[in-house]
Each structure stands twice: as structure tokens, then as C-alpha cells.
């Protein structure tokens, strides 16, 4: 018998530190803003391509080589087994050697900043995507939940950057099959080498492709943050100063990567979800425009964007051109977000369809947009497929673990019994472990 309950499976063995999210949240760290990602289900449908979906076997050996699971370091791998054995893991940082030096350089940063949150550093100096996929599949995520993964990875590998983003994507799936629940900050790859140069620009592809794998919903699953230029001087040179090596941070990096996400980092972990909105790659360096940007990042949309329509005709010529730059960016997450809804439901996913329309209410309360969001999520809500999709969510939510015991089956079972047809009863499907 679990302890959780008279012969239930054991969906939240750690149900105790993952709690779900409803209320106030505070606003983005200045000159930052973030994008609010659908759960894993959206995600599966968006990668059309998906080696890491759940199912994948530990040791499949198709696609690209960065995403193909390859063992490295297995006494590290063992130290970080007992790391989750033992629990307790609110918030882990997952990576390479970069990540790794939180233990050395940024060590009392990490003290100071993350060992408060309840943390662990999964990193290993000159890991690769691949790496990282073989020890996700190998048992670093059984019996722990964390609110939030770090995420940074990829500087080492040395393939085409469409391949190195494959390797990314499949180590997000992984994370959601393994830890259902758990939020990802995915963080750009850090700029590397003293002056601009081919790896570095190799590294700007992967992180415009991998940029793209945020999509919009309040359930944010994944938010992608790129902190890079922080480490840039305004020439885009990188100083001995930050990086010795122009590569791995001393303590003064370690302190300007801490700065630049410890309140991102805070809100993700926080019980309360976010109202969807767009991400603005920095901030505007006029002050109006960038109150505005302030504001629309924070969740209120509707009522930021008619002022910064206005400022578009301003007399000032940076005041227009910074306003209309602005205006841009939110145009494309706007149509971004309607083919979101629109993909949803011609795929069949109704009740994420209608809880991504739901979740704009609030981002343009007092607006007509307000309304239409509205009225489109209470349609959605009259499918007939909608009951299907709320009970197909907490099928989801069971982390891969707990989907190989035989009760978990007897579940899917049951619920393709009552819904036999249709886009949930093949997810449904979906979720069980290969034999």
C-alpha cells in the first residue's frame, strides 16, 4: 500500500513540495521579461519531432547525435542519484561545466542567492546535450519533483546548431516526462571567446531556435530567458574581468548570472501562475517605452497597449521609433498566441485551447479583447470534447515513474473506456511506457 493513500499510485509521492499555482506574483526584474509556456501536452504537439517524449527509451539511438543518450561520468552521475534519493530538491540547476562552477567560483554566490531555495547543481564540466539526455533517462529525476529547473546547455557541442536545439528540446521533454509538474527557466548559452567570432555565432543560432520552443499559456512550463549580452561590453567584447578564460565565470560572472535571474527564478517557484504576455529582448532605453514594456510584461496588456500605440506618432523621433519597435514585438506574440489557440484545437486539445483563451481575460481586463478571450473560451468549454481533456490532464500529470506501475495502466484503461476516440484517447495511449 503507498502511503500516501489506501492502494493509490503514487502520482505525487511528493505532492508535499509541489503545490498547484493561483494568485498575486510580483513583476519581472527590470530590463527582463518572460514568456509563458503551455504543459508538456502543447509541447508534445508543437515538436513534431520529439525523440525525448515520454515512452522514448533510455538508450534510443535515432535522430541527430545531440540527441542521442551517451554515458559520461558515471561516478558524478551516482553523486547526483543520491541527491535525489535523498530528496528535498526545490530547485536544480541542470548543465555543463558552466553550470558545474557554482560549486567552485560562484560558490558563495550560490550560497548566498540558491542554497536558501533548497538547490542542487546537476552540472558536469564538458558535458554535452547528449549527456545530459543519458542521465535524465537514467534516474537523476526519480523521487524528486522540483518546482524549477535551470537549464543551460550546449556550448560543447560541436554540431550544426538545428541539431544542438534538437538535443535542447529532447532534454525538455525528457524533464516533463520524468517531472511532470516541474517549471524549466531555459536559459540562452552564454557568450564565449573575447571578441565575436564563428562559435559564437554558432551559439546565437541555437538560442534563436531554442527561443522558440517557449509558447504561451498560463501554465508556463517553460520560460526562456537570454542573459548573455549582460557579460558584453558595449563593443560586444567579453573581459578576463567576468570570464578569464572567456569562457567559465569567475565570482563577479557567477554574481552577474545570479542578478540577472534570482527574481525570475523566485516568481517561477512561487504557488501562482502568470498572466500570459509578451517578452521584450530588452529594455527600451526611453523611459515611457519602457514603463509601457514594464507594465505589458507584468501582465497587463490591454491596458498598456493603447498608450504605446499613441507614443508611435510621438513627436520625438526615439520616442516613435523605440514605441513602434515595442509595438513589434507585441504584434508578433499576439499572432503568435491566436495560432496557439487556433493549433490547439484543430489538433483537438480543446480544453488547452480554452484555458489558454481563459488565461487572456485578465491580461486585457477592461478591454474588448477581454471579452473576445472570453467568449472563446466558454465555446471551447461547450465541445464535447472538453470533460475529456480535464480528466486526460491529471493522466498527464503522473510523472514516468509512476506510469510504470500496473494500476497506472488499468487508469488508461479505463479512461479510453469512457472516452474511446478522439485526440485525448490516442494521448491517453501515448502515456504508457513502452514494453
Given at each position: 500500500?503507498?502511503?500516501?493513500?489506501?492502494g493509490?499510485?503514487?502520482?505525487?509521492?511528493?505532492?508535499?513540495?509541489?503545490?498547484?499555482?493561483?494568485?498575486h506574483?510580483?513583476?519581472?526584474?527590470?530590463?527582463?521579461?518572460?514568456?509563458?509556456?503551455?504543459?508538456i501536452?502543447?509541447?508534445?504537439?508543437?515538436?513534431?519531432?520529439?525523440?525525448?517524449?515520454?515512452?522514448?527509451?533510455?538508450?534510443?539511438?535515432?535522430?541527430?547525435?545531440?540527441?542521442?543518450?551517451?554515458?559520461?561520468?558515471?561516478?558524478?552521475?551516482?553523486q547526483?542519484?543520491?541527491?535525489?534519493?535523498?530528496?528535498?530538491v526545490?530547485?536544480?540547476?541542470?548543465?555543463?561545466s558552466?553550470?558545474?562552477?557554482?560549486?567552485?567560483?560562484?560558490?558563495?554566490?550560490?550560497?548566498?542567492?540558491?542554497?536558501?531555495?533548497?538547490?542542487?547543481?546537476?552540472?558536469?564540466?564538458?558535458?554535452?546535450?547528449?549527456?545530459?539526455i543519458?542521465?535524465?533517462?537514467?534516474?537523476?529525476?526519480?523521487?524528486?519533483?522540483?518546482?524549477?529547473?535551470?537549464?543551460?546547455?550546449?556550448?560543447?557541442?560541436?554540431?550544426?546548431?538545428?541539431?544542438?536545439?534538437?538535443?535542447?528540446?529532447?532534454?525538455?521533454?525528457?524533464?516533463?516526462?520524468?517531472s511532470?509538474?516541474?517549471?524549466?527557466?531555459?536559459?540562452?548559452?552564454?557568450?564565449?571567446?573575447?571578441?565575436?567570432?564563428?562559435?559564437?555565432?554558432?551559439?546565437?543560432?541555437?538560442?534563436?531556435?531554442?527561443?522558440?520552443?517557449?509558447?504561451?499559456?498560463?501554465?508556463?512550463?517553460?520560460?526562456?530567458?537570454?542573459?548573455?549580452?549582460?557579460?558584453?561590453?558595449?563593443?560586444?567584447?567579453?573581459?578576463?574581468?567576468?570570464?578569464?578564460?572567456?569562457?567559465?565565470?569567475?565570482?563577479?560572472?557567477?554574481?552577474?548570472w545570479?542578478?540577472?535571474?534570482?527574481?525570475?527564478?523566485?516568481?517561477?517557484?512561487?504557488?501562482e501562475?502568470?498572466?500570459?504576455?509578451?517578452?521584450?529582448?530588452?529594455?527600451?532605453?526611453?523611459?515611457?517605452?519602457?514603463?509601457?514594456?514594464?507594465?505589458?510584461?507584468?501582465?497587463?496588456?490591454?491596458?498598456?497597449?493603447?498608450?504605446?500605440?499613441?507614443?508611435?506618432?510621438?513627436?520625438?523621433?526615439?520616442?516613435?521609433?523605440?514605441?513602434?519597435?515595442?509595438?513589434?514585438?507585441?504584434?508578433?506574440?499576439?499572432?503568435?498566441?491566436?495560432?496557439?489557440?487556433?493549433?490547439?484545437?484543430?489538433?483537438?486539445?480543446?480544453?488547452?485551447?480554452?484555458?489558454?483563451?481563459?488565461?487572456?481575460?485578465?491580461?486585457?481586463?477592461?478591454?474588448?479583447?477581454?471579452?473576445?478571450?472570453?467568449?472563446?473560451?466558454?465555446?471551447?468549454?461547450?465541445?464535447?470534447?472538453?470533460?475529456?481533456?480535464?480528466?486526460?490532464?491529471?493522466?498527464?500529470?503522473?510523472?514516468?515513474?509512476?506510469?510504470?506501475?500496473?494500476?497506472?495502466?488499468?487508469?488508461?484503461?479505463?479512461?479510453?473506456?469512457?472516452?474511446?476516440?478522439?485526440?485525448?484517447?490516442?494521448?491517453?495511449?501515448?502515456?504508457?511506457?513502452?514494453?
Amino acid at each position: 500500500m503507498d502511503r500516501e493513500g489506501k492502494g493509490d499510485i503514487p502520482r505525487r509521492r511528493w505532492a508535499d513540495r509541489v503545490r498547484l499555482r493561483s494568485h498575486h506574483h510580483p513583476p519581472p526584474p527590470k530590463g527582463q521579461t518572460i514568456l509563458r509556456i503551455v504543459p508538456i501536452v502543447a509541447l508534445l504537439l508543437l515538436f513534431a519531432w520529439s525523440p525525448g517524449a515520454a515512452g522514448a527509451s533510455a538508450d534510443d539511438a535515432s535522430g541527430p547525435r545531440p540527441t542521442i543518450p551517451e554515458e559520461k561520468n558515471p561516478e558524478r552521475h551516482q553523486q547526483f542519484l543520491d541527491i535525489a534519493k535523498a530528496g528535498g530538491v526545490d530547485l536544480l540547476f541542470l548543465g555543463d561545466s558552466i553550470t558545474d562552477g557554482w560549486r567552485g567560483g560562484g560558490q558563495a554566490v550560490w550560497g548566498k542567492y540558491f542554497a536558501p531555495l533548497k538547490a542542487a547543481n546537476f552540472g558536469i564540466g564538458g558535458d554535452r546535450t547528449e549527456h545530459v539526455i543519458w542521465r535524465l533517462r537514467h534516474g537523476e529525476l526519480d523521487g524528486i519533483q522540483p518546482k524549477l529547473v535551470v537549464l543551460m546547455i550546449g556550448t560543447n557541442n560541436g554540431d550544426p546548431a538545428e541539431d544542438v536545439a534538437a538535443g535542447i528540446k529532447t532534454i525538455l521533454l525528457d524533464i516533463h516526462s520524468h517531472s511532470p509538474r516541474s517549471k524549466v527557466l531555459l536559459l540562452g548559452i552564454f557568450p564565449r571567446g573575447e571578441h565575436p567570432d564563428g562559435g559564437r555565432a554558432k551559439n546565437d543560432q541555437v538560442n534563436k531556435l531554442i527561443a522558440k520552443f517557449a509558447t504561451y499559456a498560463e501554465g508556463r512550463r517553460i520560460v526562456y530567458l537570454d542573459i548573455g549580452p549582460r557579460f558584453l561590453a558595449p563593443d560586444g567584447t567579453l573581459s578576463k574581468d567576468i570570464m578569464p578564460d572567456f569562457l567559465h565565470p569567475n565570482e563577479k560572472g557567477y554574481q552577474i548570472w545570479a542578478d540577472a535571474i534570482i527574481d525570475t527564478v523566485k516568481q517561477m517557484m512561487m504557488d501562482e501562475p502568470m498572466k500570459p504576455a509578451p517578452t521584450f529582448p530588452a529594455p527600451s532605453a526611453v523611459p515611457r517605452v519602457a514603463r509601457l514594456e514594464e507594465a505589458i510584461a507584468n501582465g497587463k496588456v490591454g491596458s498598456s497597449i493603447k498608450p504605446l500605440q499613441r507614443l508611435c506618432d510621438d513627436k520625438d523621433a526615439k520616442t516613435s521609433e523605440a514605441a513602434r519597435a515595442s509595438m513589434a514585438v507585441y504584434d508578433a506574440w499576439k499572432a503568435g498566441i491566436d495560432m496557439e489557440i487556433a493549433r490547439l484545437k484543430d489538433a483537438g486539445d480543446v480544453f488547452l485551447a480554452a484555458e489558454l483563451s481563459a488565461s487572456l481575460v485578465a491580461s486585457y481586463a477592461g478591454t474588448d479583447g477581454a471579452k473576445a478571450y472570453q467568449d472563446q473560451a466558454a465555446a471551447l468549454r461547450k465541445d464535447a470534447a472538453y470533460p475529456a481533456g480535464r480528466e486526460y490532464q491529471k493522466l498527464a500529470e503522473f510523472p514516468a515513474e509512476a506510469r510504470r506501475d500496473p494500476r497506472f495502466g488499468k487508469m488508461i484503461e479505463a479512461f479510453v473506456k469512457k472516452f474511446p476516440t478522439g485526440y485525448y484517447a490516442r494521448q491517453a495511449q501515448a502515456l504508457l511506457p513502452e514494453k
